[in-house]
């Protein structure tokens, strides 16, 4: 396992750690309170976070190639 993926995996672990969490605060405080409100913020901010590696993930050879080459034949895309 490559460490971007160990890496998406602590976090998406986290999530779920922070989701049950807030899901608890909740029924304890009521959905209406700041301690919950609080709680399901965490959480948001996790998923950014984790939504934002995602989008800055480290290119594979291929992708450096075709910026590099744009006009090869192996980067073409072709619409429908």
Same mark, same amino acid.
């Given at each position: 396992?490559?460490?971007?993926?160990?890496?998406?995996?602590?976090?998406?672990?986290?999530?779920?750690?922070?989701?049950? $969490?807030?899901?608890?605060?909740?029924? %304890?405080?009521?959905?209406?309170?700041?301690?919950?409100? /609080? =709680?399901?913020?965490? &959480?948001?901010?996790?998923?950014?976070?984790?939504?934002?590696?995602? $989008?800055?993930?480290?290119?594979?050879? %291929?992708?450096?190639?075709?910026?590099?080459?744009?006009? /090869? =034949?192996?980067?073409? &895309?072709?619409?429908?």
């Amino acid at each position: 396992m490559t460490n971007t993926q160990e890496t998406t995996n602590t976090i998406q672990e986290t999530i779920q750690a922070e989701v049950e $969490q807030a899901r608890s605060v909740c029924d %304890l405080t009521g959905s209406n309170s700041a301690e919950c409100a /609080a =709680a399901w913020d965490a &959480v948001e901010e996790l998923q950014a976070e984790a939504s934002h590696q995602r $989008q800055n993930k480290p290119k594979n050879s %291929l992708e450096q190639y075709c910026d590099d080459n744009p006009e /090869a =034949a192996e980067c073409r &895309v072709y619409d429908d």
